[in-house]
């Protein structure tokens, strides 16, 4: 093995123990956002940090090591680590980085979504042709109605729809 693949896999083995010991405090997933710690040094993502603040806010701001800290700033190093790591999306099985996964995924076609008017869950892909029967309409008479009852509203109370005449003649007139 020559030498720079040597030192290749010694560094990619370093990152890999450091994610595996560092990194593996965070349940939601990769750390796109890592942050250090100051002064204690440890890393997580963003959001953890967050919401470990929220729920510390009387004691101040704590690492899960439980030393008070003042200040979390980006880790770089963290970041473009997990980036270049190789990961597939979950909903359409398209391989690459964590990094163009982490934009992919809010745009992925295959990705589960509900429907704001009737909660049906469907893909992103399929939400985009669902005709929901909820989804509240406007009528051309300005009348707001659901999209499920807009026929019956037609040809029944609709002030614009046109009927004979009711002494025979060949008119049409609006109700």
Known sequence: MTEWRRLLFYQIELLLHFFNTQLK????????????????????????????????????????????????????????????????CAFCNLEGSMETLAVHVTECEQKPVECKDCWKKMSFEKLKEHLCPKTVLTCECGYNIQRSLMEGHKFSICPLL??????????????
Request: aromatic letters at 2%; charged letters at 20%.
């Open 25 to 88: 405090r965070c349940s939601l997933g990769p750390m796109i956002n890592a942050v250090s710690l100051v002064p204690c040094g440890h890393s997580l993502c963003k959001s953890c940090h967050t919401q470990n603040k929220d729920q510390n806010s009387q004691t101040g701001d704590r690492c899960y090591c439980k030393q008070q800290t003042t200040a979390a700033i980006a880790n770089y190093s963290v970041r473009d680590g997990v980036g270049k790591l190789p990961a597939i």
């Open 162 to 175: 046109e009927t004979p005449c009711p002494l025979g003649c060949e008119e049409r007139l609006k109700r």
